[in-house]
């Protein structure tokens, strides 16, 4: 009878879950978002249910494919994995059925095939050696070394001090750092040890005493046993003919050594028990530089322990600076690239080995350095060398070449391909404006590695958005087109909630909660809330959200009334909005001294822009209007519409002549393009604000230019083919399979969903 109260229990827990989904929120609000953590939370307390949920969201899984349900089947897919990976031990009967399951999604479009084929591919391998799942998630989010499984992830939250007040800042501090607490490699060796001996031996495993026995146990000892566990589970995972039953018996045999350990008589058999999942390897990081993010992800490829000084490294790192960026795709014809030789004539790019900064030279080394007159060598900063770089990696590709200049005629044996054995997942939370920020770091970021490839192959970049809003907004407002709340300043995260249901209940929800937790007084009732919701939120969103919407950046080139002044060239993500600027009272007396009759508000512009239209055909048009102002977002209103496409709203003044006088109207211009070029005719400058941040803004313009950002990597590869073929037009050769535009990938449960 219990047993039928419980299974009763979670099956009403799931169908709350899947009414939310189709907008029926539950009746407390407060519980909104909250549904999937409690009833994770509830397993977790009663471990020996697991197989309950999973045997419950399996047959939903089913009705809802037979019912033509399609928006249940990937938030039900995701609770089912996430309570698989947790679960103590699940019969290979029922992970059959999951995998089953999952090999039907093959026939479904994306995202359902997608998603259907990565966990079909997870599920083959848990059947074969139970527990690889759980294994592989903590010795990569724990940076746990292991040669079988030498995966290293880290998340990164990055906000913004001027947009969240410094109590939600502190707030997550707090809890990034409480997350942390009690997660030391030796605990989490015992983690994978004991949930890989009851995933495999179920309930023939005495948790208990295993648990006794390692925590008797030395360090080294510890980590000589979860080498032995961790090398029989990769082992079995990968051979093709792997048996469960050969892989179980291996593993009862590690079980019985660590036991041998324990007192005649001290075993006990108990029921099955949870193994605890930690916390992912969090940091929390306040986004005050410009390139705050290469360096964090800098150090992570290469810690501080792995190179220099601590001390010189961290004033390197502070007194970095950006160099020799051309701004335009004209700086790839004035970069060097070595692609062919090892030696590109330059001494300061001379192999790491031969011109080691942080190592005595010795002979050998010092008589095979080659010498070059007449030269000015740079001294660089040991951040910023290739030297540095190259030097910290410890891939199979990154070897010392240094002995290969001795002799010209021996080849040099060819490099192991890299591996892209780390992955940083990078956290954002705020509004729009933060996107923005991002859009500007990660186009500066790719044409960085444009110029000096380091990061790319050796370090998987996944990006993931949580919506804060918090106090008063901070944009430029222009005529008619005021920012009316807080809502208009998460443009994205309404158009991903949109696209993903299952984003919009778990993380939208998020946008006002997590203020209101930093809120809080100080109270038992609070920590309990705080330090397991939010970072369980962002957890389960990094592990489980994989499937990324991809949104155009665009690039801008600013011209400005002064003719000595420079153009500006920067990018934006969501929008564009200009404002009529307020010119001089003096000055416009004097150049206006002719004008008899006003002309209205606004200023004239001439905007020429490329239509679309549904054969993509280049339909180019040219118009001259007066306006007060006019907007251009990028997200659009509806997830079935292209995400390649401005929509402008431009304020057009129409004059109006009758009886009474001269009035003036304002009409609403709208279209649609992918780009377009704007100018003042009566050169009166107006101000122009990227991604609706105030701090982004651009005084005395004259004329824009927005167009799609190019892909840093595509113009090198252009630029290079138009030197060979200088009458060809197309894309030829390499150019044609290079991703032309630059595209910024955030990641949700299901991307988009048509």
Not at 331 to 348: M, N
Request: overall charge neutral; charged content about 25%; proline content about 6%.
């Amino acid at each position: 009878m219990e047993s039928a109260e419980v299974e009763s229990d979670i099956l009403r827990r799931v169908r709350t879950l899947l009414r939310e989904l189709d907008g029926h929120h539950p009746a407390c609000q407060s519980d909104r978002g909250m549904l999937r953590w409690t009833l994770h939370k509830k397993i977790d307390q009663n471990p020996s249910n697991s197989s309950v949920l999973v045997r419950i969201l399996v047959k939903e899984l089913e009705r809802a494919e037979r019912g033509d349900f399609r928006h249940y089947i990937i938030p039900l897919l995701h609770t089912l994995m996430y309570t698989l990976i947790k679960a103590p031990c699940i019969s290979d009967e029922l992970c059959s059925r999951v995998y089953d399951f999952c090999k039907k999604l093959l026939t479904l479009p994306k995202p359902f095939c997608t998603i259907g084929l990565d966990y079909a591919m997870r599920l083959k391998m848990e059947r074969t050696a139970p527990g690889t799942l759980y294994q592989r998630m903590v010795i990569s989010e724990q940076s746990l070394k292991s040669d079988p499984y030498p995966y290293q992830e880290k998340i990164f939250i990055f906000a913004d001090p001027e947009l969240l007040s410094e109590a939600i800042c502190n707030a997550l501090v707090t809890d990034t750092e409480a997350a942390q607490v009690s997660q030391s490699p030796r605990a989490c060796m015992c983690y994978v040890v004991i949930h890989a001996m009851q995933a495999s031996l179920g309930e023939g495993c005495d948790v208990s005493g295993l648990k006794r026995s390692l925590q008797e146990m030395l360090t080294s000892d510890i980590e000589h046993w979860f080498r032995q566990v961790v090398a029989a589970v990769e082992c079995a995972g990968h051979e093709a003919n792997a048996d469960r039953g050969q892989h179980a018996a291996r593993l009862e045999e590690i079980y019985h050594a660590i036991l041998s350990t324990l007192q005649a008589g001290d075993a006990s058999s108990g029921g099955l028990q949870g193994t605890p999942l930690p916390n992912p390897n969090i940091s929390f990081h306040l986004w005050t530089e410009e390139d705050q993010l290469w360096k964090e992800l800098v150090l992570f490829i290469r810690p501080l322990s792995q190179s220099c000084e601590p001390n010189c490294l961290s004033q390197d790192l502070d007194n970095f600076e950006i160099q020799d960026i051309i701004s335009d795709c004209e700086y790839c014809e004035q970069t060097r690239f070595s692609v062919l030789s090892t030696d590109s004539g330059i001494e300061r790019d001379l192999p790491a080995a031969a011109e080691e900064p942080f190592a005595p030279c010795s002979a050998e080394t010092e008589q095979s350095r080659l010498h070059r007159k007449g030269g000015i060598k740079k001294k660089l900063s040991p951040l910023e060398s290739v030297a540095f770089l190259q030097a910290g990696c410890n891939s199979a590709g990154a070897k010392s070449p240094a002995k290969s200049q001795k002799r010209v005629s021996v080849l040099p044996e060819p490099a192991a391909p890299l591996q892209r054995l780390h992955t940083a997942r990078i956290v954002l939370l705020g509004d729009d404006r933060i996107l923005g920020r991002l859009a500007q770091a990660y186009h500066s970021l790719r044409k960085r590695e444009t110029r000096r490839v380091f990061l790319t192959p050796r370090l998987n970049l996944q990006f993931y958005y949580i919506p804060v809003v918090t106090g008063q907004p901070n944009t430029l407002t222009v005529a008619d087109h005021a920012v009316t709340g807080q809502e208009e300043l998460c443009e994205v995260a309404r158009y991903l909630g949109r696209a993903d249901p299952w984003y919009e209940s778990n993380i939208n929800t998020l946008c006002h909660m997590i203020p209101k937790l930093a809120t809080m007084p100080s109270s038992p009732s609070k920590h309990l809330v705080t330090d397991l919701f939010i970072a369980d939120v962002i957890a389960y969103y990094v592990r489980m959200g994989v499937q990324p919407v991809c949104f155009q950046v665009y690039a801008v080139k600013i011209f400005f009334n002064d003719p000595a002044q420079e153009p500006a060239e920067d990018v934006f993500l969501t929008e564009l909005s200009t404002q009529v600027q307020e010119s001089n009272p003096h000055r416009e007396l004097n150049t206006n001294k002719k004008k008899t009759t006003p002309d209205g508000p606004g200023i004239d512009l001439t905007v020429t822009y490329r239509k679309v239209v549904v054969s993509d055909r280049a339909k180019e048009i040219a118009m001259s209007l007066r306006s007060t102002g006019l907007v251009m977002k990028a997200i659009p209103a509806d997830e079935a519409e292209d995400l390649v496409c401005l929509n402008v709203n431009i304020t057009e003044i129409i004059r109006i002549n009758n009886l009474s006088g001269r009035s003036f109207s304002a009409v609403a211009n709208r279209l649609k393009t992918r780009s377009i070029k704007i100018r003042s005719t009566e050169q009166r400058p107006f101000m122009v604000c990227l991604d609706k941040d105030s701090r982004r803004a651009y005084r005395n313009v004259i004329s824009v230019e927005v167009s799609p950002c190019l892909e840093p990597s595509y113009c090198l590869q252009k630029t290079r083919t138009m030197k060979f073929s200088l009458h060809e037009t197309e894309d030829v050769g390499l150019v044609k399979y290079m991703p032309k535009s630059l595209l910024l990938p955030i990641n949700t449960f299901a991307g988009v969903i048509q």
